[in-house]
């Protein structure tokens, strides 16, 4: 068996890295947890992925810098939140750091009591199922316990470090 060869160094900078990964568009979420003393996280992500159908896998990566890490790493359960379109906002508000994600905002409890946020385009609620160390982030691989999707919602896009509330007619 011959083994690959890995290429010494790269030729690139993390900053040309992070804008070329950026000309990929992608979907917007958000996932929430909870922490054993109740308290509440979220976050915005866009490094979200099916896995398999049998059983029903999904997985997303945040960075191991990330103040969530704990909760993430050691809760049973958290929630995907795929964004609509009309929902710029929310994911702006979870992308912001140092500010009380929650406040004001109306929510109610799913599987392991992590927060359920309305108006997604559709939400998957998983058990924390397995965690892979990779580079600077952990893959966190979810079973889905529970899934809904609001029908006809138009899905909110991220590309070029631009969100996108409108699909391009062809």
């Known amino acids: 068996m011959i083994r690959p060869t890995r290429v010494p160094s790269t030729s690139f900078s993390p ?7 950026g000309m990929f568009a992608t979907g917007v979420t958000v996932v929430t947890g909870r922490d054993v003393n109740g308290t509440v996280v979220g976050l915005t992500a866009n490094s979200f992925n099916s896995v398999s159908m049998d059983p029903p896998l999904v997985l997303w990566s ?5 103040g969530s890490m704990p909760v993430f790493a050691r809760g049973s359960h958290y929630a995907i939140h795929i964004l ?3 929902q710029v906002e929310l994911a702006q508000r979870f992308a912001t750091k140092d500010i009380d994600r929650f406040a004001g905002l109306p929510w109610r409890e799913g599987a392991g009591g992590v927060p359920l946020l309305e108006g997604a385009a559709a939400r998957f609620e998983c058990f924390n199922r397995s965690q892979y160390e990779e580079g600077d982030h952990v893959i966190f691989v979810g079973e ?3 899934c809904e999707r609001r029908e006809g919602a138009l899905p909110l896009i991220f590309h070029g470090g631009r969100y996108y509330t409108e ?4």
């Not at 945040?62 to 990330?66: D, V």
């Not at 699909?167 to 062809?170: E, K």
């Open 167 to 170: 699909l391009p007619i062809s």
């Open 144 to 146: 889905v316990e529970h």
């Open 15 to 21: 900053q040309e890295f992070r804008q070329a990964l």
């Open 84 to 86: 609509a379109a009309e």
């Open 62 to 66: 945040l960075s191991r810098r990330a």
